[in-house]
């Protein structure tokens, strides 16, 4: 499970016990900037991962680490697909996070709420 968090326009996302040794992560720093957006999506277990380096994948038990699928790089720790979370990315190493959280809606409503905007 991971605890994503806001501060000083920088996405924090602390991945919890022992999904760190299956993810081979800790934490990610996101600035703001590079987040367009996020969604609750359960059924994006369901879809195909791609090639894990390094990781873990036990389907229907985790999805934790780097998965390269079509050109593009995907961090995933996900344990229960109802709780998980989709942060889309531009301009950084993945291009997407998947991540299993606490409260998937208020995560994804923080998160579009501190996203800088452009008119």
Known sequence: MADVRISDGTLIVEIEGLDKLWALK???EIPLGNVRGATVDPGIVKEPKGLRAPGAHIPGVITAGTFHIDGERVFWDVRDPARAVVIELADER????????????????RIEQAIPRTV
């Open 26 to 28: 800790s934490r990610l």
């Open 94 to 109: 993945y291009a997407r996070l998947v991540v299993q959280v606490d409260d998937p809606r208020d995560t994804v409503t």
